[in-house]
């Protein structure tokens, strides 16, 4: 396993809680922490669990306080503190929330979390400057950069310019993690790791593989030999 610094995160992005069910099974206990992303519809043009749950949410019941990976949750909605008070429950169990900082309520919202004592971040889009993180970083414990164009679809290609834009975060905060999600792959890791990335959300690398418990083995190993 890679230095507990340096960790790779699967990211779950899905419809219906019976598909979350069955990828949080594959890998929880094995990977230390696990990103769920949450769409709205709103914020962006896809919709996932639980905007688009239905039935599902009573037939396949997920106990979230039991899981033994810490859950991260990455929120890509317009309405973050109507999400938090709806799904109380989820929040409860969740080790970390990510909000997205072009998202309308943000700045409440990570004031909201702070208060509840769980650890919070800004994920932030490659078309906003980073500039609009300085208001907000006296709350935050994490900064996750996207590293594609557009964001709430897996498999979206990487662009290389997110490079550039978390060295020079990274030179002005030096003390703030620093989280990368979207088209992240077995070919940029190096590259990333050098650009002081701590933790790397992966989804479609690991779950569009042939066998996702090996792909996600041999990337947490690609960071132990690296770091």
């Known amino acids: 396993m890679p230095n507990k610094s340096h960790i790779i995160m699967p990211a779950i992005l899905e419809r219906d809680l019976r598909s ?3 990828k949080l099974e594959i890998f929880d206990g094995l ?22 749950s239905g039935f599902l949410d009573f037939i396949f019941p997920i106990k979230w306080g039991e899981l033994k990976s810490k859950l991260q949750i990455h929120l890509m909605v317009e309405d973050n503190l109507q999400f938090l008070t709806e799904n109380a429950k989820l929040v409860e169990a969740s080790s970390e929330i990510l909000l997205q900082i072009e998202s309308r309520d943000a700045e409440e919202a990570i004031k909201s979390l702070k ?19 300085e208001p907000y970083i006296k709350d935050l414990d994490m900064v996750q950069f996207m590293c594609i164009d557009h964001i709430g679809a897996q498999g979206s290609v990487f662009n290389p310019k997110v490079l550039n834009r978390i060295k020079v975060f990274h030179k002005e905060y030096p003390n703030i993690k620093i989280v990368v999600d ?5 070919n940029n890791l190096e590259m990333l790791l050098k650009a002081e990335v701590d933790e790397f959300a992966v989804g479609s ?3 569009a593989s042939e066998n ?5 083995k041999k990337m947490s190993e690609i960071l132990t030999h690296i770091s």
């Not at 996702?212 to 996600?216: F, G, H, K, R, S």
Request: hydrophobic share 45%; aromatic share 8%; charged share 20%.
């Open 20 to 22: 979350l069910k069955s």
């Open 31 to 52: 990977a230390p922490k696990i990103q769920i992303d949450i769409l709205d519809g709103k914020f962006v043009d896809k919709i996932s669990w639980p905007y688009s």
């Open 115 to 133: 208060n509840k004592g769980i650890l919070v971040g800004a994920s932030i889009m490659m078309s906003t400057d980073i500039s609009k993180l």
């Open 182 to 186: 979207g088209g992240v792959k077995l």
């Open 205 to 207: 690398a690991i779950f």
């Open 212 to 216: 996702p418990v090996a792909t996600y």
